[in-house]
């Protein structure tokens, strides 16, 4: 599929209890301007739901990873941390809901953050996703955004809190709440085809 975001390799990282939402806008709205996108669940996080040996990593409403309704293959791919080849990846994007904070602890995920920061590649975080980035050490200096809630975890790590539906610092993209998903979405659009 051919658009300004051919050739461009979007990571979206995922643990128990994401927003669903927040994955899904994205793969659609990035997928069709030409991006690779690479869906990484980290089987870590609470799971309120019955405990079940091998459940996939669900969001907060019910969806799995992979998504039922649509094909591995056709918008996204699955894959792991360890197959992630760091030199491939263009954004590295979390969702929110309750999987920012398991992925916060998890050292894998927090290890290749630091690694995509000091390459320059784009990091992007919606919602409770900032979480991910201030456990990782990146967000001292940044304007950024993101859920009400997280907004004292944004000024204690050193960052300058903005209500905006959007904010973009250099290579890192925020955004607030799953209603400014499109604004969200449109600032990695622009910074991946500049």
Not at 90 to 108: K, Q, V
Request: proline share 7%.
């Amino acid at each position: 599929m051919a658009g300004q975001l051919t050739g461009k390799q979007v990571v979206i990282i995922v643990a128990q209890e994401f927003e669903d939402i927040e994955l899904l806008y994205p793969v659609l709205r990035l997928n069709p301007e030409g991006a690779d996108i690479v869906v990484v669940p980290v089987h870590e996080g609470l799971h309120p739901r019955p405990y079940i040996a091998g459940k996939p990593v669900t969001g907060r409403f019910g969806h799995p990873v992979p998504i039922p309704v649509m094909a591995e293959g056709n918008r996204y791919r699955i894959s792991s941390l360890e197959e992630l080849n760091v030199e491939e990846i263009d954004c590295l994007l979390f969702p929110g809901g309750y999987s920012p904070d398991a992925l916060r602890l998890h050292a894998g995920t927090l290890e290749l953050v630091q690694e995509c920061q000091r390459r320059g590649k784009l990091l992007a975080a919606i919602c409770h996703g900032p979480w991910v980035l201030i456990s990782a050490g990146v967000m001292k200096g940044k304007r950024a955004t993101g859920y009400v809630g997280v907004r004292d975890d944004l000024v204690n790590a050193g960052a300058e809190y903005v209500d905006r539906a959007a904010v973009r610092d250099g290579n890192i993209i925020t955004g607030r709440v799953p209603d400014d998903l499109p604004e969200f979405c449109q600032e990695i659009i622009e910074a991946l085809s500049a």
